[in-house]
């Protein structure tokens, strides 16, 4: 009986334990069927949407916003992509199965959008980290990194799905990319060669491209070069780019051999030589060599003889200009030296190079250039990212490059993207191409039985986790797309603003991509500068009102103007006070305020002193607040000097004061200018007139005399110069600088002026004549010049007793500029 009783119960475990196989048989047969892309589904159009973006992003752009290319691949990208998850997670829900690819590469994934979203949080500028700016790029921000991450996880999970469609489901996927690359490389080429095919969208720029820049352009030929070279290119002929992979590659090189830029061959070459070890460690023919060794001689040839076959062609190419290496290290150390762990932000290098970039720069012909960008992505993303960052992104380039040696027939493409981001900074392009190539190996390398399966109906707290996570996806992709399309909407009505020159519709439209979009900057910046012109529309309507009521309503108008243009410059300055272009704005609004609005002069100064603590290399406020002070003692002294006031001694004495204050003031300012950048012309002129104002004649000569041996053909600073000499009695001098304007500047009226009353008190009447005369020429019916012409024909001179510098200029709008 008992053994009776053993037996049915080893029976009965038996078959338990073959239901449960079965079940979990049925279970991957289910779901490997209801997963498949031949059968109709949510997850084919999810992978549609993968194609639809694979073969886009290369070309995408629209013409209505004010940044036409990165702008519009992000939102395509974030768009797009989230559509397919929610796809994906619909299509699980609706299955009631989850197939999941357990790797390595999901960690290293995680770990970086965690890095990502942990110096966006930490970052100088948080908005501009989140959501990427218009004038600091869009690719490293965290909407892009989460897109680029969502693209990954769709090729990874969404492909490859049957036994042996990994393989093919690559194939295809990079010969629509290898297609749309090379689109984007012919239609790039002819406009640069001088067929505007953009012209039918109203861009005709022979510079434009969908890739960026010409330079970027050149990248995508590098890496279209290697495409066609590598082995994944010729597996399957009877796909599209199989046919046109001799055309792309010859393309490529063409385009390579005219730009001519080492790094670009650099990266080129980095291709090729991958190409040539992958070929050597599978089955290659030694024919197949001729092609790779041939474009590496070509390439080190064309470096080392520095062949311009632009110039010979007839092409003219922009100059790219970027921080130097050497700047681009230096600045990363400050960066990790005052935030080691987490960077600036991403996309805030443009934060980084206005405190750290060395004033070196002030002395080249790029010291007032902002840029946004490092001279590779390696140094953007340790300055931008921090260690953190760059530890994880390093964590996904060995993961990438573990996958390339396991499966060598993309090593050639990944090896291609590694020296990009050394040699040159990424662009939305670029990013997309190395999240699509690391989705791409991660496909090729993930085995069957890595496939995680879970029967969604036969696990409650699987299903609880799906529900919960399908509906969270949602939730936020619902939010996301809120806030980047009124982000978008508002981003079309500024670029309507900047297209029409009606200043009333410029304003109205500005406020209303405010109105959406409340925490862009520039948007702010440009209301606050339209509302400045409006002021000054309003101060010359002042001149023109005949009635007081009419008078009023100007008055009432600018004092609206000018209220708004404060109080919105100041919203902006507190809501991001780490970019200096925010304090710079505020700062022109009070300076240009300052005649209308009590204590504006201050405010002004004050604002420039704050753009100088977050860009301290910058010699501008410091010219800016020397020009605010400057004025100021000018109006000081027309004042002190007007008809109408009567002034104690006491009161005068307290005026000449404030004026010798204030210019002290302004001569420390341009003083400090001047320190940063040696020749700053303005700031050394405007130097010399503060001398001069403080009877510093000597010192303003040495001003003016470092200034014309900065501009040897100006002749407006040649004739002050002459006026100063004399007034330090070094006569002759004067008399030659006043020759020397003449010369390089014949019509010179006023030199000539002055030269001739140097010609009447030196006693030689005939030479005065002789220049007033020709002066006659330019200047008919002049009542001054008809005066003295008739007294020097008459043998009588004014000059001595009277000084030259006594009498007035005979026409100040005859000075050369």
Not at 174 to 182: A, E, K, T
Not at 316 to 331: G, I, L, R, Y
Not at 445 to 467: M, Q
Request: hydrophobic share 50%; aromatic share 12%.
């Amino acid at each position: 009986m008992s053994r009776c009783s053993k037996m049915n119960f080893n029976f009965l475990r038996k078959n338990k334990i073959e239901e449960e196989a079965r079940e979990e048989s049925v279970a991957v047969l289910t779901a490997a069927r209801v997963f498949s892309p031949d059968e109709p589904g949510l997850l084919k159009y999810a992978r549609l949407l993968v194609y639809v973006l694979v073969f886009l992003i290369p070309l995408f752009f629209l013409p209505w916003t004010s940044e036409i290319l990165e702008f519009n691949k992000q939102f395509l990208l974030f768009s797009l992509g989230g559509i397919g998850l929610i796809l994906y997670l619909g299509e699980v829900i609706r299955t009631g199965h989850l197939i999941f690819k357990r790797s390595l590469i999901n960690y290293g994934v995680l770990i970086f959008l965690g890095a990502v979203l942990l110096v966006s949080l930490f970052s100088d500028f948080r908005y501009q980290s989140i959501f990427g700016g218009f004038s600091a790029g869009f690719q490293e921000s965290l909407i892009s990194s989460i897109s680029f991450a969502v693209l990954f996880f769709l090729i990874f999970n969404t492909f490859g799905l049957t036994a042996g469609s990994a393989k093919e489901d690559v194939l295809k996927l990079l010969n629509v990319f290898g297609l749309s690359l090379f689109l984007a490389l012919i239609f790039g080429f002819l406009q640069i060669v001088g067929l505007p095919v953009f012209k039918i969208v109203g861009i005709s720029a022979r510079n434009f491209t969908t890739i960026g820049t010409v330079n970027s352009l050149g990248v995508v030929a590098a890496f279209l070069l290697t495409l066609s070279l590598s082995k994944v290119s010729l597996e399957k002929s009877r796909y599209l780019f199989g046919y046109i992979r001799m055309p792309a590659l010859f393309l490529s090189l063409v385009f390579l051999l005219i730009l001519n830029w080492w790094i670009l061959w650099l990266i080129a070459i980095a291709g090729v030589v991958s190409v040539l070890v992958s070929g050597s460690l599978t089955d290659w023919r030694i024919s197949s060599y001729f092609w790779p060794v041939a474009i590496i001689l070509l390439a080190v040839v064309f470096m080392l003889l520095n062949f311009n076959l632009a110039s010979a062609l007839s092409i003219q190419f922009p100059v790219e200009v970027s921080p130097s290496f050497q700047t681009s290290v230096k600045m990363a150390k400050d960066v990790l030296l005052k935030d080691p762990l987490f960077g600036i932000g991403p996309e805030n290098f443009s934060l980084a190079y206005d405190l750290y970039k060395p004033t070196s720069i002030n002395n080249t012909v790029f010291w007032n250039i902002r840029f946004s960008e490092s001279t590779s992505e390696l140094f953007n993303v340790i300055i931008s990212y921090g260690i953190v960052g760059f530890l994880a992104f390093l964590f996904l380039i060995w993961i990438g490059l573990r996958f390339s040696l396991n499966n060598l027939k993309l090593l050639p493409l990944f090896a291609v993207l590694i020296a990009v981001w050394v040699l040159y900074p990424y662009n939305m392009t670029f990013g997309f191409s190395f999240w699509l190539v690391l989705g791409l190996l991660s496909l090729l390398v993930s085995k069957k039985e890595d496939e995680l399966v879970i029967n969604l109906e036969k696990s409650p707290k699987h299903s609880l986790i799906t529900s919960i996570s399908f509906v969270g996806v949602l939730v936020l992709a619902v939010i996301g797309f809120y806030f980047m399309t009124l982000r978008y909407a508002a981003n079309i009505k500024f670029a309507q603003a900047l297209n029409i020159n009606e200043i009333d519709r410029q304003t109205q439209l500005v406020v209303d991509a405010i109105n959406l979009n409340p925490s862009e900057d520039f948007y702010s910046r440009a209301l606050s500068n339209f509302l400045i012109s409006r002021v000054n529309d309003e101060l010359r309507n002042l001149n023109q009102v005949r009635t007081e009521s009419e008078r009023q309503a100007v008055l009432g108008r600018i004092q609206n103007f000018a209220v708004t243009a404060i109080n919105v410059s100041s919203n902006t300055t507190e809501k991001h006070p780490a970019d200096p272009a925010n304090w710079f704005t505020r700062a022109v609004v009070y300076e240009n305020l300052i005649n209308i609005i009590d204590g504006s002069i201050d405010w002004a100064s004050r604002m420039y002193q704050e753009y100088s603590k977050v860009s301290p290399k910058d010699p501008v406020p410091y010219l800016r607040i020397g020009n605010v002070y400057l004025n100021r003692a000018e109006f000081l002294r027309q004042l002190i000097s007007g008809q109408g006031l009567n002034l104690t001694p006491q009161s005068r004495a307290n005026f000449e004061n404030q004026i010798a204050s204030v210019l002290k003031s302004a001569e420390e300012s341009y003083q400090k200018a001047v320190e940063l950048k040696p020749n700053y012309i303005l700031a050394i002129y405007n130097l010399g007139v503060v001398y001069e104002r403080q009877g510093r004649v000597n010192d303003t000569i040495r001003q003016l005399e470092v200034i014309r041996a900065a501009n040897p053909l100006d002749a407006n600073i040649t004739f002050q110069l002459g006026l100063l000499y004399y007034r330090d009695n070094q006569k002759d001098r004067a008399f030659a600088e006043m020759q020397r304007a003449i010369t390089i500047f014949p019509n010179f009226s006023n030199a000539k002026w002055y030269l001739a009353l140097l010609y009447e008190e030196r006693g030689e009447l005939d030479n005065a004549l002789e220049q007033l005369y020709k002066i006659e020429e330019l200047n008919p019916n002049n009542e001054i010049l008809m005066n003295k012409i008739n007294e020097l024909e008459a043998g009588r001179r004014s000059i001595p007793p009277q000084r030259v510098t006594g009498v007035r200029p005979l026409e100040e709008k005859n000075s050369s500029e």
